[in-house]
């Protein structure tokens, strides 16, 4: 597919052998995951492809109104890029040089310029303080260990500008005795093989925080698919 052209003849998507790999300084406590996604990464998008079926009706509504300056973290395979207007400077960020690798090919149907950067999304090493008109995080959080909710947190809150928004998706336990049963049954699968848990308690945490506050929250399907979104004060 050909990438469609940028009004500004612009399409930065970094060169693959320009972009540094090495992921400076993640947290010993993510190095576990960092590690796993190493052989996750070769599977995720087969694996991932029947939840992938009901998340793909969900992105556009997630990153099609966003402008301006936009750190989307924990990018994975790049599912949301596509969605992104033309009028955003993205930068895309994972730690994993695997899921970077794959969604730079994706980028190519991106409209909007993407710069890729591999760093720990709970110590953004390189990334200026209060330069970002919004951060996205798609399913990210509830991969960062308990322990480290709050730094990832306070990363948010440190490289948004004042005033500048941002919106987490992420999954959560159920209430419902059924649907909790049904996640017991795959919380091995999905710790195993995303290191992520339904019991991160990201929205606790946001709120905690002095200098984010939460605008809105909804569920995007059940009370499991959570959607937290606000503002930096
Ligand atoms: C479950 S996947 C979600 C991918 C994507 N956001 C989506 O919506 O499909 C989680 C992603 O977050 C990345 N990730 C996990 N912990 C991270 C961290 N501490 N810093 C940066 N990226 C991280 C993983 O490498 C993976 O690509």
Not at 124 to 144: E, K, N, Q, R
Not at 180 to 195: E, H, M, S, T
């Amino acid at each position: 597919m050909n990438r469609p052209a940028h009004p500004n003849g612009l399409l930065d998507v970094n060169r693959e052998e320009e972009m540094d790999f090495s992921a400076p300084g993640v947290h010993e406590k993510n190095k576990a995951n960092l590690n796993k996604y190493k052989l996750t990464a070769y599977v995720y998008d087969i694996l991932d492809f029947p939840w992938e079926l009901q998340y793909r009706h969900w992105r556009p509504g997630l990153v099609g109104d966003i402008r301006g300056e936009v750190m989307e973290a924990g990018v994975g395979t790049g599912r949301n890029l596509r969605y992104y207007s033309d009028d955003v400077n993205l930068t895309a960020l994972d730690f994993s040089p695997s899921m970077l690798r794959r969604a730079m090919t994706r980028a190519r149907g991106a409209r909007c310029r993407v710069r890729f950067l591999c760093e720990d999304a709970c110590r953004m090493v390189s990334v200026p303080t209060g330069h970002y008109d919004w951060v996205v995080a798609t399913f990210l959080c509830c991969v960062i260990p308990t322990e480290l909710q709050h730094l990832v947190v306070a990363e948010v809150s440190r490289i948004l500008k004042p005033g500048g928004r941002f919106r987490l998706v992420e999954m959560i336990h159920s209430k419902n005795s059924a649907i909790r049963a049904r996640q017991n049954l795959f919380a091995p699968f999905v710790r195993k093989v995303y290191g992520a848990g339904f019991d991160r308690e990201t929205l606790r945490h946001v709120e905690e925080s002095g200098d984010l506050q939460v605008t809105a929250t909804r569920f995007l399907k059940h009370d499991v698919y959570l959607l937290i979104e606000g503002i930096r004060k």
